[in-house]
């Protein structure tokens, strides 16, 4: 099957640093990525979309400045928190799907437990 | 209440009992999918069914779909331990996949 990876699985940091999770098609190409935030027992948040080599849209609330998507290939994006604050502190989880239409399986990563300190 | 929200919130069964839970979704969907989650790690694709279906099975896993009602609902017949996980259903509409809060599911020996 289809495997999505994502790294670190961990991330300790201090307040006011920046943090990069990188997400992974390993076995596949991911037109479409998609990055969530989930807090403990609660549902997935989405919180934007990528497409390979356009600009990332996100969801109202999210903050874009804060939150950078980047989506340079095919098989990689990449999430950075800048200015990491401690209500940053959750669980991030991309996905991936081949296309950018049509019915297709999302596929997710492991997910990234980010702690702020 | 939100889009693809799941019931119940929290199930416990005997294994070897089966095992439905439910997901109401609020607007027009193109599919709907299922996930398992454990506890602390990424979501794994359990079954996906369109919105001109009915019913599907995988395995021990049977998903119905009622676009009427819009509803689905997700059975899982002779439970194992390794069931025990929290089930989210993500109601697929345009390019986006919208989650409930989940059913936590767990299976005792």
């Known amino acids: 099957g289809a495997v999505v990876s994502q790294h670190p699985s961990r991330v300790i940091c201090k307040s006011g640093t920046s943090v990069k999770i990188e997400c992974r098609s390993l076995?596949?190409?991911?037109?479409?990525m998609f990055w969530y935030r989930q807090f403990p027992k609660k549902s997935l948040m989405l919180m934007a979309t990528?497409?390979?080599?356009?600009?990332?849209?996100?969801e109202q609330g999210v903050e874009k400045d804060k939150f950078l998507i980047n989506h340079a290939s095919l098989t990689l994006s990449t999430l950075t928190v800048t200015s990491a604050h401690p209500e940053d502190s959750s669980f991030y989880i991309c996905?991936?799907?081949?296309?950018?239409?049509?019915?297709?399986?999302?596929?997710f990563g492991p997910g990234t437990r980010l702690t702020v300190l | 209440s939100q889009q693809g929200e799941e019931d119940p919130q929290a199930l416990s069964i005997q294994e070897g009992e089966n095992a439905t839970m439910n997901c109401s979704y609020k607007?027009?969907?193109?599919?709907l999918q299922w996930y398992r989650q454990n506890s602390g790690r990424g979501l794994v694709h359990l079954i996906l069914?369109?919105?001109?279906?009915r019913e599907k099975h995988s395995g021990r896993l049977r998903v119905t779909l009622d676009t009427s009602k819009k509803s689905s609902s997700l059975l899982i017949t002779a439970s194992r331990a390794a069931d025990t996980a929290s089930y989210f259903c993500?109601?697929?509409?345009?390019?986006?996949?919208?989650f409930g809060t989940g059913t936590q599911l767990k299976v005792e020996l």
């Open positions: 996905s991936a799907r081949t296309g950018t239409r049509g019915i297709n399986e999302q596929f």
């Open positions: 076995d596949f190409q991911a037109t479409t």
């Open positions: 990528s497409n390979e080599g356009s600009k990332a849209t996100y």
């Open positions: 607007t027009s969907i193109n599919n």
């Open positions: 069914i369109r919105s001109n279906e």
């Open positions: 993500g109601a697929g509409g345009g390019n986006k996949l919208t």
